[in-house]
């Protein structure tokens, strides 16, 4: 079984920058690919990153050239990097991690991201 936790949201300036961190616990990181979502209030969870087991990486619009998503397939971990945030970028953030045999996919808590103008 995977139990993934995130952590590093909280409250930003317009402009500033965050870090979310999912830590990856069980078996054979290195077979999921990693994904980053994010849910506003009243709106449908939409995805904002996707990197692949060999750092391949895919963006929404609306968040590239701003954010980065990157892994540790040694510390079984994967962030994303946000810069230059905006109020529209408040949401809650969850981090998925789905296996290349397409089997169960697993999903983090959330964290929050409140972004102030």
């Known amino acids: 079984q995977v139990q993934l936790v995130e952590s590093g949201g909280g409250l930003v300036q317009s402009g500033g920058s965050l870090r979310l961190t999912c830590a990856f616990y069980g078996n054979t990181f290195a077979f999921y690919v990693m994904g980053w979502y994010r849910q506003a209030r009243g709106k449908e969870r939409e995805l904002v990153a996707t990197i692949s087991s060999g750092g391949g990486t895919n963006y929404a619009d609306s968040v590239k050239g701003r954010f980065t998503a990157s892994r540790d397939n040694v510390q079984n971990t994967a962030y994303l990097q946000m810069n230059s945030l905006k109020s529209e970028d408040t949401a809650v953030y969850y981090c998925?991690?789905?296996?290349?045999?397409?089997?169960?996919?697993?999903w983090g808590q959330g964290t929050q991201v409140t972004v102030s103008s």
């Open positions: 998925n991690a789905y296996p290349i045999n397409r089997a169960q996919d697993y």
